[in-house]
T-cell receptor, first 112, second 115 residues
Framework: EAAVTQSPRSKVAVTGGKVTLSCHQT?????MYWYRQDTGHGLRLIHY?????STEKGDIPDGYKASRPSQENFSLILELASLSQTAVYFC????WGGGEQYFGPGTRLTVL | GDSVTQTEGLVTLTKGLPVMLNCTYQ??????LFWYVQHLNEAPKLLLK?????KRTEHQGFYATLHKSSSSFHLQKSSVQLSDSALYFC??????????????FGKGAKLTVSP
C-alpha cells in the first residue's frame, strides 16, 4: 500500500516564528502536494511539485514556501507564522497529475 | 477555470436511509471525477473515480455515475450505516485527464448517521 508520512504530527508555534513541515513518500510517485484543511473550506492546495528541485504554486501560496529536494521528500515552510495559518496540513502524492492521491496522516499546526 | 460544486455542510440521516450527495462540475476538458472520504481524525482516501460517461462505478456500497450531459457525478448509497459518518469531497482533475496536474476539490459534505 502507498505510504506517505508527515512530521511532526502536531506542532505549536509562536507568531512570527519559522515552521517547517516535512513529508516523505515511498510510493515512487512524481507528484507531491501540500493542502491545508479548515472547517468550511475543505482542502485547499498550497504548493505542489512534479519533479525534484521544482515547485509550483497552488491556489493559496501566500505565506508559504515549498521545497522538493528529492523525489521522496517535500517540505512546507512558513517563514513567519501567523495566527491565520492555524490549520491541519496534509501532504499527498500521486503517480501522475490526475492520478489517485494518497494522503499522509496530517499535521495539526497551532500558531499562538 | 475548472471547478466543482458539491453538497456542502452537514447532512444528517438515520441509519438505513438512502443518501445522495450532489456534485456538479465545470471544465472545458474531458472530465475525470473523484469522490474522497475522510473519517474523523484520518486522512482523506479515494472512494470512487470515473471518466466514463453514463457508467456506474461502485465501491463499499457507494455508487456514482458520471453524466457529461448534466456535468454531474452524484454520490449515492441505498442504506447508510453508522460507519459512513464522515466528510465527503468531490474532486475534478484540473486540465483534464492526461494534461492535468492537480485536483480541484469541493468544500465537502459532513455526513452524520444516527442510530
Amino acid at each position: 500500500e502507498a505510504a506517505v508520512t508527515q512530521s511532526p504530527r502536531s506542532k505549536v508555534a509562536v507568531t512570527g516564528g519559522k515552521v517547517t513541515l516535512s513529508c516523505h513518500q515511498t510510493n515512487n510517485h512524481d507528484y507531491m502536494y501540500w493542502y491545508r484543511q479548515d472547517t468550511g473550506h475543505g482542502l485547499r492546495l498550497i504548493h505542489y511539485s512534479y519533479v525534484a528541485d521544482s515547485t509550483e504554486k497552488g491556489d493559496i501560496p501566500d505565506g508559504y514556501k515549498a521545497s522538493r529536494p528529492s523525489q521522496e521528500n517535500f517540505s512546507l515552510i512558513l517563514e513567519l507564522a501567523s495566527l491565520s495559518q492555524t490549520a491541519v496540513y496534509f501532504c499527498a502524492s500521486s503517480d501522475w497529475g490526475g492520478g489517485e492521491q494518497y494522503f499522509g496522516p496530517g499535521t495539526r499546526l497551532t500558531v499562538l | 477555470g475548472d471547478s466543482v460544486t458539491q453538497t456542502e455542510g452537514l447532512v444528517t440521516l438515520t441509519k438505513g436511509l438512502p443518501v445522495m450527495l450532489n456534485c456538479t462540475y465545470q471544465t472545458t476538458y474531458s472530465p475525470f471525477l473523484f469522490w474522497y472520504v475522510q473519517h474523523l481524525n484520518e486522512a482523506p482516501k479515494l472512494l470512487l473515480k470515473s471518466s466514463t460517461d453514463n457508467k456506474r462505478t461502485e465501491h463499499q456500497g457507494f455508487y456514482a455515475t458520471l453524466h457529461k450531459s448534466s456535468s454531474s457525478f452524484h454520490l449515492q448509497k441505498s442504506s447508510v450505516q453508522l460507519s459512513d459518518s464522515a466528510l465527503y469531497f468531490c474532486a475534478l482533475i484540473e486540465g483534464g485527464q492526461g494534461t492535468g496536474s492537480k485536483l480541484s476539490f469541493g468544500k465537502g459534505a459532513k455526513l452524520t448517521v444516527s442510530p
